[in-house]
Nanobody, 127 residues
Framework: QVQLVESGGGLVQAGGSLRLSCEAS????????MGWFRQAPGKERTFVAA????????YYADSVKGRFTISRDNAKNTVYLQMNSLKPDDTAVYHC????????????????????WGQGTQVTVSS
């Protein structure tokens, strides 16, 4: 049974940093594509970042480029999202997800490409 468990969220002031973790069980995270998405209150879930299997490529939403970094620790079967220079607009519930395959029809930024999802962790950035 696949489980993804996020942690590391919290309340931080604008300009601060947080590191989110997504620990996977039931799969080897290094062999699948992993993504982070976020959902703010009253808004749709949106893509944040993705790392392809074996860490070949990394992708970011324009809104977080230069501020967020996605990485993985294969020994811990964990994917991270380092978030720096946080802004109030980054306030959301952050979810990690895994995808076996990414295609042109289901690219890394499409939530429908991902099979397994974590419950999410709340990130609140105060101004």
């Amino acid at each position: 049974q696949v489980q993804l468990v996020e942690s590391g969220g919290g309340l931080v002031q604008a300009g601060g940093s947080l590191r989110l973790s997504c620990e996977a069980s039931g799969l080897m995270s290094s062999t699948v594509n992993m993504g982070w998405f976020r959902q703010a209150p009253g808004k749709e879930r949106t893509f944040v970042a993705a790392i392809t299997r074996y860490s070949v490529s990394r992708y970011y939403a324009d809104s977080v480029k230069g501020r967020f970094t996605i990485s993985r620790d294969n020994a811990k079967n964990t994917v991270y999202l380092q978030m720096n220079s946080l802004k109030p607009d980054d306030t959301a519930v952050y979810h990690c997800a895994s995808a076996s395959d990414l295609t042109s029809r289901r690219p890394y930024s499409d939530s429908a490409a991902y099979t397994y999802w974590g419950q999410g962790t709340q990130v609140t950035v105060s101004s």
